[in-house]
């Protein structure tokens, strides 16, 4: 694997359990951003509209910096969203959804049961999908002389990373996208070549999804 890589799905899954007449669905599904993630429940609530509760786990980016998001959806705090999010961590992905509908059969599981229950249908299904990888990449942005562009276009495909937008004008504009492990010599080497502070500054959002 790339060291700037991290673990992906490559498609979805589903499992299901019935613990004490309850019936739990869960199934996840491989997405880029939050709106992907939003469109995906809508669509999963619409599909299943009997559901007493539709409890998920989001997981977004690079695994040092990933951004995690979950929701209970009426069942007690902690016992549902909580348990699915530590299914995705300890699966090891990211830029994931997992979802678990709970059908209730008329018995209280308790918020243990329902811990174990959220968790154990979400790690099956996580189980069950195919992995793929993602590259990590960083936004940069910044401009330079005409006479350097040939030269920067080099550099930046050494280090693996593209050109995302450019603007012509008296400069040449770039936003770029770039691994982090090349982010080092690729501005040393920028800096190098235009004889001075490397042109391009990082940017707070990165491009992983681009």
Known sequence: ????AYAILAGGASAEARIKGSRFLALCAPVVDEAAAHALRERTAAGHPDASHLCWALRLGRP???RALNSDDGEPGGSAGAPIA???ESAGVSDALC??????GGTKLGVGGLVRAYGGVAREALAAAPRDERLALLLLEGSFDYAHEGALRALL???EGRVVTQRRDARVHWRLALPPSALGDFNAKAADLVRGPSPFTQLEEDGTSL
Not at 99 to 104: P, Y
């Open 86 to 88: 530590r299914a995705l």
């Open 1 to 4: 694997m790339h060291p700037d």
């Open 64 to 66: 040092e910096s990933a």
């Open 157 to 159: 495909a050494a280090g």
């Open 99 to 104: 979802m678990v509908l709970r059908w209730f």
